[in-house]
């Protein structure tokens, strides 16, 4: 029980520093900033408190399986921490965000070619935006997104030493996935798998799309504002995390859909050498 308590403590604590680093570590335009953000801190770390102490499930996906929101949180956690570390330096620099800042450049201009994610995110950016802030804002994309490929290909590596999921180990789906409804609608095992194309179609599509539409509504609305760092660390960190997370979340329930299918033959099997039959 005060293990269980500790342990919801403490995943609520690690949201509530994800969600306050920038506004800690980066200037503020307006006062009232930190104040909105403090309470967004607050809101998601009760939240996260609730949801994980609580013996029933409501929105978290996969609380009950690491290390699935694991990698995700650590991906979560070192990018925002890293472009912090990168818009830090702008204003306040040292030997570490110099380096940071160094290895993201490099990283920048290796991925930013013509029609790639990090090119994408560089064209975005508004015509009459400085050479500091291309090569700002193409470092920051270029960490970012390296961020996002080692996470995916630390989580397939999980996946390949753990076994996860295994049939042979107890996977309750309605905690793991609660919005989803094994009741209704076709066959649980060729929903599970639709769902995992149309995440991982998404998950491979948005770092491409995502630069498209937001520059798309900045030449119709307001331009990007590269004077906030803040937003733009929050907006590098959506383009970067969204597409990875859909990719695990894609690969995870095509697994899972292995999973019933694999327990369903073993059930089958079972059940004909005691001399029944499942047709």
Known sequence: ??????????????????????????????V????????????????????YYSKYPSLVEFRDAPPFNRVRFASLLFTVFLLCTIFQGQFAPTTLTKFVGAIGALIGHVIDFPF?????VVNMLPEHASAKSVNLIRAAAGISYLISLLTLAAFLVLLRLQGWPSADTPFNVWVNLPTFDP???????????????????????LPFLLPLAIG????????????YPQTMVWTMTIWAFLPVSLFMRGI?????ASMVQEKRKRTAALAERKGFSLA
């Open 183 to 205: 009741s209704t609608g076709s066959d649980v095992v060729a929903r599970l798998r639709r769902d995992g194309y149309v995440n991982i179609i998404l998950g491979f599509t």
């Open 216 to 227: 798309s509504a900045s030449r119709l609305f307001t331009p990007i504002a590269l004077d």
């Open 116 to 120: 790639s994610p990090v090119n994408l």
């Open 1 to 30: 029980m005060v293990s269980h308590l500790l342990k919801a403590l403490v995943r609520a604590f690690l949201v509530l520093l994800v969600i306050a680093m920038p506004s800690v570590m980066l200037p503020s335009a307006n």
């Open 252 to 256: 995870a329930m095509r697994r899972i």
């Open 32 to 51: 009232d900033t930190n104040a909105i953000v403090a309470l967004i801190a607050l809101v998601a770390a009760v939240f996260t408190f609730v949801e």
